[in-house]
DNA sequence: GCCCGCATCGTTATACTGTAACACACATCG
DNA sequence: CGATGTGTGTTACAGTATAACGATGCGGGC
Protein backbone atom coordinates (compact mmCIF):
# COMPACT_ATOMS: atom_id res chain seq x y z
CA UNK A 1 0.00 0.00 0.00
CA UNK A 2 2.65 2.18 0.97
CA UNK A 3 4.12 1.68 -2.87
CA UNK A 4 2.29 3.38 -5.95
CA UNK A 5 4.98 6.26 -6.29
CA UNK A 6 7.82 4.33 -7.94
CA UNK A 7 7.92 6.82 -9.97
CA UNK A 8 9.26 9.34 -8.00
CA UNK A 9 12.82 8.49 -8.19
CA UNK A 10 12.92 9.15 -12.42
CA UNK A 11 10.34 12.02 -12.35
CA UNK A 12 11.97 15.03 -11.42
CA UNK A 13 15.77 13.94 -12.84
CA UNK A 14 16.80 13.32 -9.41
CA UNK A 15 17.60 10.14 -7.02
CA UNK A 16 14.69 10.83 -4.75
CA UNK A 17 14.20 6.85 -2.55
CA UNK A 18 13.54 8.39 0.06
CA UNK A 19 12.99 6.21 2.59
CA UNK A 20 12.79 9.27 5.28
CA UNK A 21 9.51 10.43 3.78
CA UNK A 22 8.18 7.11 3.51
CA UNK A 23 8.23 7.19 7.21
CA UNK A 24 7.02 10.27 7.43
CA UNK A 25 4.28 9.15 5.92
CA UNK A 26 3.76 6.41 7.85
CA UNK A 27 4.01 8.34 10.64
CA UNK A 28 1.27 10.70 9.60
CA UNK A 29 -0.73 8.05 8.74
CA UNK A 30 -0.57 6.79 12.13
CA UNK A 31 -1.32 10.45 13.55
CA UNK A 32 -4.38 10.89 11.31
CA UNK A 33 -5.88 8.05 12.27
CA UNK A 34 -5.60 8.68 15.55
CA UNK A 35 -7.16 12.04 15.42
CA UNK A 36 -9.61 10.84 13.31
CA UNK A 37 -8.99 12.81 10.39
CA UNK A 38 -8.28 10.98 7.07
CA UNK A 39 -5.04 11.18 5.02
CA UNK A 40 -6.30 10.47 1.41
CA UNK A 41 -4.24 9.69 -1.08
CA UNK A 42 -4.52 13.31 -2.43
CA UNK A 43 -3.51 14.25 0.91
CA UNK A 44 -0.92 11.45 1.04
CA UNK A 45 0.55 13.08 -2.27
CA UNK A 46 0.90 16.52 -1.57
CA UNK A 47 2.39 15.81 1.89
CA UNK A 48 4.70 13.52 -0.13
CA UNK A 49 5.70 16.25 -2.44
CA UNK A 50 6.13 18.69 0.67
CA UNK A 51 8.73 16.64 2.23
CA UNK A 52 11.01 15.42 -0.86
CA UNK A 53 11.52 18.81 -1.55
CA UNK A 54 14.46 20.20 0.97
CA UNK A 55 13.40 23.89 -0.16
CA UNK A 56 10.12 25.58 0.84
CA UNK A 57 7.96 24.99 -1.95
CA UNK A 58 5.23 27.18 -3.01
CA UNK A 59 1.59 26.40 -3.84
CA UNK A 60 1.80 26.48 -7.56
CA UNK A 61 5.59 24.94 -7.18
CA UNK A 62 3.68 21.82 -5.14
CA UNK A 63 0.45 22.10 -8.29
CA UNK A 64 3.53 21.29 -10.91
CA UNK A 65 4.68 18.74 -9.53
CA UNK A 66 1.45 17.18 -8.18
CA UNK A 67 -0.23 17.43 -12.09
CA UNK A 68 2.60 14.06 -12.66
CA UNK A 69 0.68 12.16 -10.90
CA UNK A 70 -2.56 13.91 -11.00
CA UNK A 71 -3.45 15.70 -14.43
CA UNK A 72 -6.42 16.92 -13.55
CA UNK A 73 -4.96 19.10 -10.73
CA UNK A 74 -6.08 22.86 -10.11
CA UNK A 75 -5.54 25.27 -7.42
CA UNK A 76 -7.93 24.28 -4.84
CA UNK A 77 -7.03 20.76 -5.20
CA UNK A 78 -3.56 21.79 -4.01
CA UNK A 79 -5.03 24.58 -1.39
CA UNK A 80 -7.82 22.03 0.21
CA UNK A 81 -4.90 19.86 0.58
CA UNK A 82 -2.31 22.25 2.30
CA UNK A 83 -5.44 23.32 4.56
CA UNK A 84 -5.94 19.75 5.57
CA UNK A 85 -1.98 19.26 6.22
CA UNK A 86 -1.83 22.45 7.93
CA UNK A 87 -4.77 21.63 10.48
CA UNK A 88 -3.13 18.18 11.08
CA UNK A 89 0.10 20.16 12.12
CA UNK A 90 1.56 17.95 9.65
CA UNK A 91 3.43 20.87 7.24
CA UNK A 92 3.51 24.96 8.33
CA UNK A 93 3.19 27.69 6.06
CA UNK A 94 6.42 30.38 5.88
CA UNK A 95 4.90 33.63 5.56
CA UNK A 96 7.47 35.60 4.29
CA UNK A 97 7.81 33.09 1.25
CA UNK A 98 4.53 32.27 0.91
CA UNK A 99 5.92 28.66 1.07
CA UNK A 100 5.10 25.09 3.09
CA UNK A 101 7.71 22.67 4.73
CA UNK A 102 7.00 19.64 6.32
CA UNK A 103 6.67 19.58 10.17
CA UNK A 104 10.18 18.35 11.67
CA UNK A 105 8.29 16.78 14.46
CA UNK A 106 5.66 15.54 12.12
CA UNK A 107 8.29 12.56 12.15
CA UNK A 108 8.10 11.94 16.11
CA UNK A 109 5.42 9.78 17.01
CA UNK A 110 5.88 10.09 20.53
CA UNK A 111 6.39 13.29 21.75
CA UNK A 112 3.09 15.49 21.74
CA UNK A 113 0.36 13.47 22.06
CA UNK A 114 -1.89 16.20 21.60
CA UNK A 115 -3.33 17.12 18.10
CA UNK A 116 -1.00 19.51 16.50
CA UNK A 117 0.32 23.23 16.25
CA UNK A 118 3.53 22.84 18.41
CA UNK A 119 5.63 26.27 18.86
CA UNK A 120 7.84 26.75 16.19
CA UNK A 121 10.15 29.07 14.17
CA UNK A 122 12.24 28.61 11.18
CA UNK A 123 15.40 30.65 10.11
CA UNK A 124 15.70 31.43 6.62
CA UNK A 125 19.01 31.98 4.85
CA UNK A 126 19.35 35.21 2.57
CA UNK A 127 21.71 33.45 0.26
CA UNK A 128 20.92 29.74 -0.24
CA UNK A 129 17.38 30.28 0.95
CA UNK A 130 17.83 27.14 3.00
CA UNK A 131 14.88 27.21 5.64
CA UNK A 132 14.99 25.07 8.99
CA UNK A 133 12.47 24.76 11.88
CA UNK A 134 13.11 24.87 15.43
CA UNK A 135 11.04 24.60 18.23
CA UNK A 136 12.96 26.79 20.76
CA UNK A 137 11.46 27.06 24.08
CA UNK A 138 13.15 30.20 25.31
CA UNK A 139 11.51 31.97 22.65
CA UNK A 140 8.58 30.60 23.21
CA UNK A 141 8.55 31.54 26.20
CA UNK A 142 10.04 34.63 25.76
CA UNK A 143 6.73 35.50 23.17
CA UNK A 144 4.66 34.34 26.22
CA UNK A 145 6.06 36.55 28.41
CA UNK A 146 5.86 39.16 26.39
CA UNK A 147 2.26 39.15 25.17
CA UNK A 148 1.25 39.23 28.94
CA UNK A 149 2.89 42.02 29.70
CA UNK A 150 0.40 43.84 27.42
CA UNK A 151 -2.90 41.87 28.90
CA UNK A 152 -2.59 39.91 25.43
CA UNK A 153 -3.73 36.47 25.09
CA UNK A 154 -1.58 34.42 22.59
CA UNK A 155 -2.69 31.40 20.71
CA UNK A 156 -0.30 30.72 18.39
CA UNK A 157 2.85 32.63 17.13
CA UNK A 158 4.91 32.99 13.61
CA UNK A 159 8.66 33.64 14.47
CA UNK A 160 10.70 33.64 10.90
CA UNK A 161 14.68 35.03 11.25
CA UNK A 162 15.96 35.87 8.16
CA UNK A 163 19.94 35.78 8.16
CA UNK A 164 22.85 34.04 7.15
CA UNK A 165 23.17 29.99 7.48
CA UNK A 166 26.32 28.25 9.33
CA UNK A 167 27.14 27.53 5.27
CA UNK A 168 27.11 30.73 3.91
CA UNK A 169 28.82 32.50 6.70
CA UNK A 170 32.03 30.51 5.82
CA UNK A 171 32.14 30.82 2.61
CA UNK A 172 31.87 34.31 3.21
CA UNK B 1 3.34 74.10 5.26
CA UNK B 2 1.75 70.90 7.14
CA UNK B 3 -1.62 72.22 5.22
CA UNK B 4 -2.33 70.97 2.15
CA UNK B 5 -4.90 68.04 3.29
CA UNK B 6 -7.48 70.29 4.24
CA UNK B 7 -9.76 67.65 2.84
CA UNK B 8 -8.62 64.47 5.08
CA UNK B 9 -10.92 65.51 7.62
CA UNK B 10 -14.18 64.94 5.75
CA UNK B 11 -12.99 62.79 2.80
CA UNK B 12 -13.43 59.17 4.69
CA UNK B 13 -16.31 60.69 6.57
CA UNK B 14 -14.64 60.27 9.89
CA UNK B 15 -13.38 63.64 12.00
CA UNK B 16 -9.24 63.00 11.75
CA UNK B 17 -7.61 66.08 12.21
CA UNK B 18 -4.44 63.72 12.71
CA UNK B 19 -2.35 65.94 15.06
CA UNK B 20 0.07 63.49 16.22
CA UNK B 21 0.17 62.37 12.27
CA UNK B 22 1.61 65.78 11.10
CA UNK B 23 4.04 65.23 14.34
CA UNK B 24 5.01 61.97 12.93
CA UNK B 25 5.12 62.89 9.18
CA UNK B 26 7.77 66.22 10.47
CA UNK B 27 9.74 63.63 12.26
CA UNK B 28 9.55 61.59 9.02
CA UNK B 29 11.16 64.23 6.80
CA UNK B 30 13.51 64.96 9.61
CA UNK B 31 14.94 61.73 9.73
CA UNK B 32 14.80 61.36 5.83
CA UNK B 33 16.63 64.23 5.13
CA UNK B 34 19.37 62.58 7.86
CA UNK B 35 18.98 59.97 5.50
CA UNK B 36 19.77 61.62 2.49
CA UNK B 37 16.27 60.39 1.61
CA UNK B 38 13.71 62.12 -0.36
CA UNK B 39 10.59 62.01 1.43
CA UNK B 40 8.50 63.32 -1.74
CA UNK B 41 5.27 64.24 -1.69
CA UNK B 42 3.69 61.10 -3.14
CA UNK B 43 5.66 58.86 -0.46
CA UNK B 44 4.59 61.51 2.80
CA UNK B 45 0.81 60.73 1.38
CA UNK B 46 1.49 57.09 1.87
CA UNK B 47 2.84 57.23 4.89
CA UNK B 48 0.05 59.34 5.82
CA UNK B 49 -2.69 57.59 5.13
CA UNK B 50 -0.84 54.51 6.30
CA UNK B 51 -0.43 56.59 9.91
CA UNK B 52 -4.21 58.08 10.11
CA UNK B 53 -5.52 54.61 9.96
CA UNK B 54 -5.26 52.30 13.42
CA UNK B 55 -5.56 49.26 11.57
CA UNK B 56 -3.46 47.45 9.26
CA UNK B 57 -3.95 48.48 5.63
CA UNK B 58 -3.25 46.59 2.40
CA UNK B 59 -2.21 47.77 -0.70
CA UNK B 60 -4.91 48.08 -2.56
CA UNK B 61 -6.80 49.15 0.31
CA UNK B 62 -4.35 52.35 0.69
CA UNK B 63 -4.34 52.26 -3.37
CA UNK B 64 -8.21 53.24 -2.90
CA UNK B 65 -7.46 55.86 -0.51
CA UNK B 66 -4.60 57.44 -2.50
CA UNK B 67 -6.82 57.68 -5.57
CA UNK B 68 -8.54 60.09 -3.75
CA UNK B 69 -5.45 62.39 -3.74
CA UNK B 70 -3.65 61.65 -6.51
CA UNK B 71 -6.45 60.04 -9.35
CA UNK B 72 -3.98 58.20 -11.75
CA UNK B 73 -2.48 56.30 -9.00
CA UNK B 74 -1.46 52.53 -9.36
CA UNK B 75 -0.35 49.91 -8.34
CA UNK B 76 3.12 50.47 -8.63
CA UNK B 77 2.23 53.90 -7.31
CA UNK B 78 1.96 52.54 -3.92
CA UNK B 79 4.18 49.78 -4.11
CA UNK B 80 7.18 51.93 -4.62
CA UNK B 81 6.45 54.32 -1.76
CA UNK B 82 5.54 51.19 0.21
CA UNK B 83 9.20 50.08 -0.22
CA UNK B 84 10.63 53.50 0.16
CA UNK B 85 8.81 53.68 3.68
CA UNK B 86 9.72 49.91 4.29
CA UNK B 87 13.68 50.74 3.63
CA UNK B 88 13.47 54.01 5.70
CA UNK B 89 12.10 51.95 8.45
CA UNK B 90 8.88 54.28 8.52
CA UNK B 91 6.40 51.45 8.38
CA UNK B 92 6.48 47.40 8.88
CA UNK B 93 4.89 45.14 6.64
CA UNK B 94 2.16 42.42 8.73
CA UNK B 95 3.58 39.46 6.79
CA UNK B 96 0.54 37.14 8.16
CA UNK B 97 -2.08 40.25 7.21
CA UNK B 98 -0.30 41.65 3.87
CA UNK B 99 -0.69 44.84 5.27
CA UNK B 100 1.27 47.36 6.00
CA UNK B 101 1.39 49.79 9.45
CA UNK B 102 3.28 52.90 10.82
CA UNK B 103 6.24 52.21 12.79
CA UNK B 104 5.58 53.22 16.46
CA UNK B 105 9.07 54.26 16.93
CA UNK B 106 9.33 56.59 13.81
CA UNK B 107 7.87 59.82 15.74
CA UNK B 108 10.43 59.46 18.43
CA UNK B 109 13.22 61.42 16.60
CA UNK B 110 15.49 60.66 19.23
CA UNK B 111 16.34 56.64 20.27
CA UNK B 112 18.33 55.00 17.67
CA UNK B 113 20.17 57.88 15.71
CA UNK B 114 20.93 54.70 13.50
CA UNK B 115 19.31 54.42 9.29
CA UNK B 116 16.81 51.67 10.82
CA UNK B 117 14.80 48.45 10.91
CA UNK B 118 14.56 48.22 14.49
CA UNK B 119 13.69 44.81 16.50
CA UNK B 120 9.94 44.70 16.53
CA UNK B 121 7.16 42.10 17.26
CA UNK B 122 3.36 41.92 16.53
CA UNK B 123 0.27 41.29 18.55
CA UNK B 124 -2.81 40.54 16.93
CA UNK B 125 -5.64 40.26 18.14
CA UNK B 126 -8.42 37.62 16.07
CA UNK B 127 -11.18 38.75 17.36
CA UNK B 128 -10.92 42.81 16.56
CA UNK B 129 -8.16 42.73 14.39
CA UNK B 130 -6.19 45.02 16.17
CA UNK B 131 -2.67 45.50 15.49
CA UNK B 132 -0.18 46.81 18.33
CA UNK B 133 3.42 46.48 17.58
CA UNK B 134 5.62 46.13 20.86
CA UNK B 135 9.52 46.24 20.96
CA UNK B 136 10.54 43.13 23.44
CA UNK B 137 14.00 43.26 24.14
CA UNK B 138 14.21 39.67 25.78
CA UNK B 139 12.02 38.18 22.58
CA UNK B 140 14.96 39.84 20.62
CA UNK B 141 17.76 38.45 22.90
CA UNK B 142 15.93 34.80 22.78
CA UNK B 143 16.06 34.65 18.94
CA UNK B 144 19.22 35.79 18.43
CA UNK B 145 20.29 33.19 20.98
CA UNK B 146 18.07 30.57 19.18
CA UNK B 147 19.56 31.50 16.23
CA UNK B 148 23.67 31.43 18.00
CA UNK B 149 22.74 28.00 19.10
CA UNK B 150 23.02 26.32 15.26
CA UNK B 151 25.52 29.10 13.63
CA UNK B 152 23.03 31.08 12.10
CA UNK B 153 23.50 34.65 11.88
CA UNK B 154 20.26 36.93 12.44
CA UNK B 155 19.55 39.67 10.40
CA UNK B 156 16.00 40.21 10.54
CA UNK B 157 13.18 38.51 12.15
CA UNK B 158 9.80 38.50 12.18
CA UNK B 159 7.54 38.00 15.07
CA UNK B 160 3.83 37.71 15.28
CA UNK B 161 1.43 36.66 17.73
CA UNK B 162 -1.84 35.86 17.03
CA UNK B 163 -4.20 36.09 20.00
CA UNK B 164 -6.88 37.91 21.97
CA UNK B 165 -6.36 41.49 23.01
CA UNK B 166 -7.23 42.67 26.46
CA UNK B 167 -10.34 44.16 25.63
CA UNK B 168 -11.59 40.97 23.63
CA UNK B 169 -10.55 39.00 26.33
CA UNK B 170 -12.27 40.82 28.71
CA UNK B 171 -15.31 40.55 26.84
CA UNK B 172 -15.63 36.88 26.41
C1' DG C 1 24.26 76.37 -22.60
C1' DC C 2 24.23 71.32 -23.51
C1' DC C 3 24.50 66.58 -22.65
C1' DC C 4 24.21 62.98 -19.64
C1' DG C 5 23.09 60.11 -15.71
C1' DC C 6 20.12 59.38 -12.00
C1' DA C 7 15.96 59.26 -9.29
C1' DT C 8 11.12 59.64 -9.36
C1' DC C 9 6.82 58.86 -11.18
C1' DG C 10 3.09 57.54 -14.83
C1' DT C 11 1.22 53.83 -17.40
C1' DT C 12 0.22 49.28 -19.18
C1' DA C 13 0.35 44.71 -18.84
C1' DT C 14 1.23 40.59 -16.50
C1' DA C 15 2.67 37.26 -12.89
C1' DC C 16 1.86 35.20 -8.55
C1' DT C 17 -1.16 33.79 -4.58
C1' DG C 18 -5.50 32.36 -2.86
C1' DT C 19 -10.97 31.50 -2.82
C1' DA C 20 -15.91 31.19 -4.11
C1' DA C 21 -19.24 28.42 -5.98
C1' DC C 22 -21.27 24.58 -7.91
C1' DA C 23 -21.34 19.63 -9.37
C1' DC C 24 -20.38 14.86 -8.70
C1' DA C 25 -18.96 10.46 -6.38
C1' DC C 26 -19.16 7.84 -2.44
C1' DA C 27 -20.05 6.27 2.26
C1' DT C 28 -22.94 6.07 6.19
C1' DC C 29 -27.16 5.96 8.57
C1' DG C 30 -32.15 6.11 9.55
C1' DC D 1 -34.31 4.29 -0.55
C1' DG D 2 -33.51 9.30 0.70
C1' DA D 3 -30.76 12.27 3.67
C1' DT D 4 -26.51 13.83 5.19
C1' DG D 5 -21.52 14.59 5.22
C1' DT D 6 -16.96 14.44 3.32
C1' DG D 7 -13.78 14.58 -0.36
C1' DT D 8 -12.77 15.84 -4.98
C1' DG D 9 -13.25 17.90 -9.88
C1' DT D 10 -14.03 22.00 -12.35
C1' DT D 11 -14.72 26.83 -13.59
C1' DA D 12 -14.29 31.28 -12.62
C1' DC D 13 -12.71 34.95 -10.03
C1' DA D 14 -10.51 37.89 -6.23
C1' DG D 15 -6.42 39.66 -4.06
C1' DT D 16 -1.38 40.58 -3.97
C1' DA D 17 2.78 42.04 -6.29
C1' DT D 18 6.07 43.00 -10.06
C1' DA D 19 8.07 43.68 -14.96
C1' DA D 20 8.86 46.81 -18.43
C1' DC D 21 8.94 51.02 -20.82
C1' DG D 22 8.33 55.95 -21.19
C1' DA D 23 8.31 60.80 -19.48
C1' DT D 24 9.80 64.23 -16.47
C1' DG D 25 12.92 66.84 -13.67
C1' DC D 26 17.10 67.88 -11.57
C1' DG D 27 22.30 68.13 -10.83
C1' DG D 28 27.05 67.63 -12.55
C1' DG D 29 30.62 67.66 -16.14
C1' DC D 30 31.89 69.52 -20.70
ZN1 LIG E 1 6.78 21.80 13.27
ZN1 LIG F 1 22.85 29.70 3.45
ZN1 LIG G 1 8.72 49.77 14.46
ZN1 LIG H 1 -9.38 42.31 20.30
Known amino acids: MAAGQGSASGTD ?13 AAADARCAR ?19 DQPLGAY ?15 PTVYRALD ?28 HG ?3 HHPHQ ?12 ISDHAV ?6 AAQRVGFTAIQATVEIEGRCATCSAAA
Open 140 to 145: AHALEA
Open 13 to 25: GQDTPAPDVAHAL
Open 114 to 116: HDH
Open 35 to 53: AGAQLTELRRQVLGLVLES
Open 61 to 75: ALLDKLKALRPGAAP
Open 122 to 133: FLICRDCGTTVE
Open 84 to 111: FLLEQGLIHKVERLNAFVGCVEAGHDHA
